[in-house]
């Protein structure tokens, strides 16, 4: 207690004397020995002890609203702690195993704390099934929501709203007593379906908005407690259930912001509603829908209710100009064409109410369940393909003229699973039990053994080609035009190529490189991007704009997209440029290409996702963004991944490249800040003379070498030159060219080379975010020499990238001992003989290879492993 009293600023008023019982806001139990904390509001600054936790009988621990900082104390194995408040404070890191073992856990809030580094939820949570609330907004929680709620019986209030968390809703929501859950606004999404909401009886509040929620509303009949329902802004889609407005207690609903179909919710009048104007509801005002519309929205609930059909199918006639949906004269649907979309759901029963189909294709999804035995009554019916799904149960007996497709499906003709005989149950999940619980013969398990290891040979010779015999040769700007449906029109997501009639893109030509990346179908992109969604923009740059998208295997994308009007020669050039140079290089500091997609006059190119941004947001717009400006060792690291990537360009890559377009917002952040060059539009070819000449001069003012900007003359110095520049921004947290100051100070490098001639005013130009201690002054200073022996005027006075890496890797990389052992870092004892140290040694060698082992590294040791390896 005195290490805590002398850590506050100031210290507490009355925290003097031997008797701590005595101290304000302190009080012990019948043995003298402190039991509760409590000292709220009180503009208490400083850090707590890390050994607080020796307080061992302290059950509550009250410190909410000070300006508290520094790392969380370790509160592991309280057993007696119940109450933990350490919301609306600035404390700056979480500590390993943080919460474990708080068998006796009630209550804890950590709200309002946006300095903690990115930290995810515990499951040692699941040691404390007693906890009652769990409140962590804006705390910088990421990762998705552990499953661990079915050990978490007593949990009623779970509110972790502003953080960074991603995912789905996690099941064992179901056999929680959740009443308050509050998952709003998450920074990039929590997504998937929301049908666990309505498995959920107790709850009375939910704040899901500001998410990336798909597919319909589940039945919320069971939710009879529920007053607060709060879903939009998400990609919610289907008809309202008629058991949302019925609830009985329901008093404020909010749903604008996503496309919800069917007939217009009609509420009570004292439910507070919100709809919006972005639904397709069929009628504008309270009503049934036509029959037919009530049929196909049905049917396409079953399958979840895409995106893609939410945004087509507005208005009350099926007929104009649906999505998948074709009608004869009459105006009666005859024809559904779901086939090869990927989706998973069942066939609705309700699609044999349309009297008119003639044909129903539904091949190459992911549906199970069994075929309705109501389609065989369709007088009109041709055709049904269902072929390529996992559809179960015996087939109906139909016409002897209707063509009837099952093919690759496993399970068809076998008894149905007891999960889906005639359920209901359309989640993913639920088509996995089924799978799962079917019964499987011995040929189709011998089947799948052989494809594995069929496939596990063939990637192996895949990657022993690539490694022993370098990448294919690019054809020099040659392009091979492919139709569609090509043998070589396949893409890396198992996606099908876009040959359905629905898209304008079906007979588009296609160009395919020998460089490894592969043409995506603009469907499966339209899909990830939510139909380019403008809530889904990353970026706008020259080239176009940039969506964040998800694959249906959860593989986040960005897509870069040039559209028709600036598909200029200029454009072209950069789009080919950029697939010729990522077919040629591949390394962890250089953005990677998945592939990309010419549709009509657009040209698409698909990235890996970078979550935290550029590194010019983090510099410059860190406040309007709300991110928390860069430490000097984030700074520094940044840096280093930088040289690296740009060395690799210069001369470790097959070939050498010089990029051109260096500048912060070309350099993109993971989610654990290591920074990867991206936009390879500009790059050219690194002279193999001396330099080379362009008469088109390409790049960022403010970023240009001198003698590139005069005389467009090129060479491996102008990337160094625009390094140099990055630096000066990493220290200064000021841009290239800012035309909003006085011109003497408007141009960063010849500001900052005048002031830091004098090295005792080098604290002048730096960020005033820094506050550097005596140390990391040390290390900002030899980032200034370099940064302007970089951006020298002369290209003979800048250095090589290898020599920036050789200045930074030291600074980040310093290496430390690990704790001793006893012997050496194989744990040998010297003092034994050879033969029995060689026998140690071969008793265990797996265990010294393995993951374990490795883990011992520091960090700084894995870095430097993977760097080695690259360079070699």
């Given at each position: 207690?005195?290490?805590l ?7 507490p ?6 008797n ?8 012990c139990d019948s ?11 009180k503009?208490?600054g400083g850090?707590?002890p ?6 061992s009988?302290l ?5 909410q609203?000070?300006r508290?900082?520094?790392p969380l ?7 007696s702690l ?5 919301d ?6 979480v ?18 704390n946006?300095?903690?580094?990115p ?7 699941t040691?404390?099934?007693?906890l ?5 907004s ?23 709203s ?25 920074k990039?999404?929590l ?12 709850v ?8 990336k ?7 919320l ?8 329902l709060q ?22 609903v909010?749903?604008?912001?996503n ?5 217009m ?5 004292s ?7 972005t639904n397709?509801?069929c ?7 036509d ?30 100009d ?22 998973v759901?069942?066939?609705s ?20 369940g ?10 009109d019916?041709?055709i ?19 063509i009837?497709k ?18 209901t ?10 799978k ?12 799948i ?13 895949v ?7 370098g990448?294919?040769k690019?054809s020099?700007?040659k ?11 396949v893409?890396?997501?198992g ?26 179908p603009v469907?499966l ?16 740059g ?9 694959l249906?295997d ?5 897509v ?5 009007s ?6 072209l ?13 591949r ?11 010419v549709?009509?006059n657009?040209?698409?190119l698909v ?6 941004g550029?590194?010019?947001?983090h510099?410059?717009d ?9 430490t ?11 040289a ?6 210069h ?16 350099v993109?952040l ?39 900007a ?7 110095k102008?990337d160094?030159f ?8 990493i ?18 490098v ?7 001639v004098n ?7 730096l ?11 040390q ?7 370099l940064?302007g ?10 250095p090589d990238?290898g ?14 001992p ?21 026998q ?7 265990s ?10 520091t ?10 390896k690259?360079?070699?």
């Open positions: 207690m005195d290490k009293a002398k850590s506050l600023v100031p210290t008023v009355g925290w003097s004397g031997n701590v019982c005595k101290w304000p806001g302190v009080l043995s003298g020995r402190v039991d509760s904390i409590s000292l709220i509001g503009s208490l850090q707590l890390q050994d607080i936790n020796q307080l009988n059950q509550s621990l009250n410190l609203k000070n508290l900082s520094g104390p370790p509160l592991s194995d309280l057993a119940q109450d933990v408040h350490l609306y404070n600035n404390f700056t890191s500590p390993p195993n943080f919460l474990k073992g708080l068998t006796n856990l009630q209550h804890f809030s950590i709200d309002e946006p300095s903690l580094p930290w995810t939820i515990p499951d040692s949570l040691d404390s099934p007693s009652t609330d769990f409140s962590a804006n705390a910088n929680i990421i990762g998705e929501i552990p499953d661990i709620f079915g050990s978490l019986p007593s949990l009623e209030n779970l509110r972790l502003y953080n960074n968390i991603t995912g789905s809703l996690p099941s064992s929501f179901a056999k929680s007593g959740i009443q308050n859950l509050v998952l709003n606004s998450q990039f999404g997504s998937g379906r929301i049908d666990v909401i309505g498995s959920m009886e107790q009375t509040q939910v704040w899901i908005h500001v998410n929620f798909s597919g319909p509303i589940p039945d009949s069971g939710c009879i407690n529920l007053i607060d879903l939009r802004d998400n990609s919610l889609t289907g008809a309202i259930p008629p058991s949302l407005t019925n609830l009985p207690k329901l008093a404020n909010s749903l604008q912001n496309i919800f179909l069917g007939p919710p009609g509420f009570k009048p439910v507070q509603v919100s709809l919006g104007n397709h509801f009628n504008p005002g309270p009503g049934p829908c029959p037919q519309v009530t049929i196909l929205i049905e049917v396409a609930g079953a399958v979840g209710c895409p995106m893609t059909i939410a945004e087509s199918w507005s208005g009350n006639n099926p007929c104009n649906w999505n998948y949906i074709t009608c004869d004269a009459k105006g009666s649907v005859t024809v559904i064409n779901f086939a090869k979309l990927n989706w759901g069942i066939i029963p309700a699609v044999a109410n349309l009297t008119g189909l003639k044909q129903l294709l539904m091949n190459d999804n992911n549906l199970t069994p075929i309705p035995a109501n389609l065989a009554s369709l007088t019916l041709q049904v393909d269902v072929s390529n799904n996992n559809i179960s149960g015996k087939v109906p007996k139909f016409r002897s003229d209707v009837v099952t093919s690759g499906n496993p399970f068809i003709g076998k008894d149905l699973p007891p999960s889906s005989s005639g359920g149950d359309y989640s993913p999940s639920a088509s996995k039990d089924e799962h619980k079917s019964s499987v013969s011995t040929w189709v398990i011998l089947a053994v052989i494809a594995a290891v069929f496939l596990i040979l063939v990637l192996c010779l990657i022993y080609k690539k490694k022993h015999k990448k294919s690019l020099r700007g392009e091979q035009k492919l139709k569609n449906g090509s043998p070589k029109n893409n890396s997501y996606a099908i190529p876009s040959t359905t009639s629905q898209s304008s893109a079906a007979n588009s030509e296609i160009y395919v490189y020998d460089g490894g990346n592969v043409t995506i469907e992109l339209r899909e990830a991007t939510n139909n380019f969604n403008k809530e889904n923009i990353l970026g706008r020259g080239f176009g704009i940039v969506y964040k998208g998800k249906h959860g593989t986040e994308i960005a870069k997209r040039m559209e028709a600036i598909a200029s020669n200029k454009g050039n950069e789009f080919r440029a950029e697939i010729e140079v990522l077919s040629k290089v390394h962890r500091h250089l953005v990677a290409l998945h592939g990309f997609c549709n009509g657009e040209r698409l990235y890996e996702y970078m979550s935290q550029t590194l010019g947001q510099l410059f860190h406040e309007r963004l709300g991110f928390l400006p860069l000097w060792k984030q700074r520094l690291t940044i840096a280093l991944d930088v690296r990537g740009v060395e690799y360009l001369g470790l890559a097959q070939q050498s490249f010089i990029h051109r377009d260096l500048k912060p917002s070309n993109l993971e989610d654990d800040m290591r920074a990867k060059v991206s936009d390879f539009g500009l790059v050219k070819n690194a002279p193999d003379g001396k330099y080379s000449m362009e008469t088109r001069l390409a790049g960022t003012f403010g970023y240009l070498a001198p003698e590139y005069s005389t467009g003359r090129v060479t491996t102008i160094v625009a390094f140099g520049v990055i630096l000066m921004e220290l200064t947290g000021r841009k290239a060219l800012d035309e909003n100051l006085p011109e003497d100070r408007s141009h960063l010849p500001w900052f080379k005048k002031l830091v090295k005792d005013k080098i604290l002048e130009v960020d005033p975010t820094l506050d550097p201690d005596e140390e990391t002054y290390s900002i200073c030899k980032v200034v020499e940064a022996h970089c951006a020298a005027r002369k290209p003979s006075q800048r990238m020599h920036a890496v050789n200045v930074l890797a030291p600074l980040v990389e310093q290496w430390t690990t704790a001793a052992t006893g012997g050496d870092s194989f744990n040998i004892d010297f003092n034994m003989s050879l033969p029995q140290a060689l140690r040694w071969t008793a265990n060698d797996d010294m290879l393995s993951e374990d082992t490795y883990g011992d590294y960090k700084q040791d894995k870095n430097t492993f993977s760097y080695t690259e360079h070699q």
